[in-house]
């Protein structure tokens, strides 16, 4: 019986192709790590998984034996050949070639009528736009559990007021509760990526952590206020007009209790939420 890498190295030679860098092909060869993602995305025969850049199939055979079913949505044609050959006899696989950040997810997930779990080893260059994707879009999903590179799952997974924390953090948070499940070395990939990757799980929330009058708005003045981390919070929100002058922006300040000097990783989700009210509730007098 062949190893993952053996497998993989047959496969390759046989289509003669290489790993595509331009759409951050790494392909994993580790057994081990293989059954972590399996195991914590606790996969039963009634659901439907959905993952994302499958490449050569590695996951995608083990996920076929413990699924209801499992669509790949590929942009490689390439991969798509190779993934069609490989499991065109299970009666459960479906291949989508298109670009995952322009599919009607809600639109497959409805026609399923399925539980829905997105697992994937996610092409690292664009795994925040797809993780915003998951979340903005609101899908009937119950988790996502994913590899990505260390550095990027440790922001996700921060909590907000944390030294970690950058602005998508607060969005991961509202939506989400996270755990990391594993640290994978570079050597569990062919080719090698340059950067340590993890493993993580998100699950997502009934109900949010927070209510505030606007949510859209709360994340919008997040990403002013991180846009010039290194400035006060006070700095960030004046130059990014969100006050239209320091006074008043010192105004809201006290009645919050936020230190004007504070940084914006300093604030809670809860920081946020009252801070995105209070500012509201002046524009709404002012109007």
């Known amino acids: 019986m062949l190893t993952i890498q053996e497998e993989t190295n047959f496969i390759l030679k046989k289509y003669n192709i290489k790993p595509n860098k331009n ?7 580790n057994q081990n790590v293989i059954e972590h993602i399996i195991d914590s995305a606790n996969i039963t025969n009634e659901d439907l998984i959905i993952e994302i850049g499958p490449g050569l199939g590695t996951l995608t055979k083990q996920l076929l034996d413990k699924a209801g079913k499992v669509i ?6 390439n991969m798509v050949k190779i993934l069609k050959d490989r499991f065109h006899m299970y009666k459960n696989f479906e291949i989508i070639n298109d670009d995952i950040l322009k599919i009607n997810l809600n639109e497959i997930i409805d026609k399923e009528n399925k539980k829905c779990k997105i697992v994937a080893n996610l092409p690292y260059y664009i795994t925040t736009p797809i993780i915003m994707k ?3 879009e609101k899908l009937q999903i119950e988790s996502i559990t ?3 590179q260390k550095e990027v799952a440790e922001r996700l997974i921060a909590i907000p007021g944390e030294k970690l924390a950058g602005a998508i953090t607060y969005t991961v948070y509202y939506y989400c509760t996270a755990e990391k499940i594993l640290e994978v070395d570079k050597t569990s990939f062919i080719p090698e990526p340059e950067v340590t990757s993890e493993i993580i799980k998100l699950i997502l ?3 949010p952590p927070v209510k505030t009058k606007n949510y859209q708005e709360m994340f919008k003045i997040i990403k002013i206020a991180f846009l010039q981390r290194r400035k006060t919070l006070l700095n960030a929100l004046t130059n990014g007009k969100v006050f239209s002058d320091k006074k008043k922006a010192i105004e809201v300040f006290e009645k919050l209790k936020i230190n004007p000097n504070a940084r914006a ?3 809670t989700i809860e920081d946020f939420s009252n801070l995105t009210d209070l500012i509201l509730n002046y524009k709404e007098i002012k109007e």
């Open 72 to 77: 790949c949505i590929e942009l490689d044609k």
């Open 146 to 148: 994913v590899m990505i």
């Open 134 to 136: 998951l979340l903005e």
């Open 205 to 207: 929330r009934k109900v």
């Open 265 to 267: 990783e300093e604030l």
């Open 23 to 29: 759409l951050g092909q790494n392909f994993l060869i």
